[in-house]
Each structure stands twice: as structure tokens, then as C-alpha cells.
């Protein structure tokens, strides 16, 4: 398994941006789908967005489209997930999920299918 450790989160008024880094460490970084997921107080761990080690391929929830985009620098080990124009409804603990995939173009959207979690960050939206 790969280790997570995300960082970037905080607290931001609504409208505002926040950008999230999930360092990894531990096993070859660039044959991993990387994934966000988020958990808001009371509710399950939902998914937020996903990326193919190669970077081609991604995904987001249709909650977040438009406003969030998922990087990752394969040279740095780092995925990244820019977050625009923030709502109250963004605020949960996101973490970083990571899984290794065959094809360069995979990624996964359940929680299930991820065997590498980071500790979570949390992000708070103002209104």
C-alpha cells in the first residue's frame, strides 16, 4: 500500500477557492488511480473526483462539476484537487484514496474500490 497524507485544507467563505494536496509515499506513485472523497457530519463518505495514474482520464460528481478540477504531478507524487467557487454544502473531511490500477486510463468512484486512505482534511465553507 501506498501512504496519503493530505494537506490544504481550512476554513474559506463561500464563493472563495481552496487547493488540497495528497503527498504519497511508499510504493511507485505513478501506477495509482488517485481519488477525493469527502464526508460531511452525518453523512456517508461520498465521491468527489478521480484521476487515472496516467492523467487522461478523470472524473468528477456531478455535485462539483465545473467548480473542482484533479491534477496530479507524477514527478512529485502529489495529486491535487483545485476547488473554485466553494458552497456551505462543500464542507466535510476529504480525503485523498489511492488504488493500484493495470490500465493507464482506470480510475474507481467507490469507496470500496480504494485500499490506500489518507488521515482526511477537514474544509469548511462560511456562508
Known amino acids: 500500500q501506498v501512504q496519503l497524507v493530505e494537506s490544504g485544507g481550512g476554513l474559506v467563505q463561500a464563493g472563495g477557492s481552496l487547493r488540497l494536496s495528497c503527498a504519497a509515499s511508499?510504493?511507485?506513485?505513478?501506477?495509482?488511480?488517485m481519488g477525493w472523497l469527502r464526508q460531511a457530519p452525518g453523512k456517508e463518505r461520498e465521491f468527489v473526483a478521480a484521476?487515472?495514474?496516467?492523467?487522461?482520464?478523470?472524473a468528477f460528481a456531478d455535485s462539483v462539476k465545473s467548480r473542482f478540477t484533479i491534477s496530479r504531478d507524477n514527478a512529485k507524487n502529489t495529486v491535487y484537487l483545485q476547488m473554485n467557487s466553494l458552497k456551505p454544502e462543500d464542507t466535510a473531511v476529504y480525503y485523498c484514496?489511492?488504488?493500484?490500477?493495470?490500465?493507464?486510463?482506470?480510475?474507481?468512484?467507490?469507496?470500496?474500490?480504494?485500499?490506500?486512505w489518507g488521515q482526511g482534511t477537514q474544509v469548511t465553507v462560511s456562508s
Open positions: 484514496a489511492a488504488e493500484l490500477a493495470y490500465y493507464s486510463d482506470t480510475f474507481y468512484y467507490a469507496e470500496s474500490d480504494y485500499g490506500s
Open positions: 511508499g510504493r511507485p506513485f505513478s501506477r495509482y488511480a
Open positions: 484521476i487515472s495514474w496516467s492523467a487522461g482520464n478523470a
